[in-house]
């Protein structure tokens, strides 16, 4: 009975121990999940994608992380992004806004 008690509480320590672990590797990454991405890539560059994705419910949490707080009708927000060609000037959103319609495309389109 003493040998059985024992190992119980050493078994109860080593899931606390496994848990919490579990847990910072959960938080940490959600964190960094929140950040922009070159950060988030800098971050994704140590830790081993197996651990990420094997472990953890990293699709579920991009999707949550990344979810954004717009809903259909709403009004883009504004942005601007260098010119394709020279990448001298740069384009914002708003001041297309009225005049003429706009289409943007995420992704690769090739």
């Known amino acids: ?13 080593g899931l606390v121990v496994l848990f919490v672990g579990y847990f910072g590797l959960f938080a940490s990454v959600m964190w960094a999940m929140r950040l922009p991405p070159a950060r988030f890539g800098a971050f994704m560059r140590y830790m081993p994608a197996m651990v990420v994705f094997g ?33 001298s000037h ?12 706009v289409v943007l495309v995420f992704g690769s389109y090739t």
């Open 1 to 13: 009975m003493k040998w059985l008690k024992r190992h119980m509480k050493w078994l109860k320590r």
């Open 90 to 101: 740069r384009v914002t959103l708003s001041s297309y806004r009225g005049s003429k319609p």
């Open 55 to 87: 472990a953890l419910p990293a699709e579920r949490m991009w999707l949550w992380a990344r979810r954004g707080a717009l809903t259909e009708g709403d009004m883009a927000p504004d942005f601007s992004l260098p010119t394709v060609q020279d990448k």
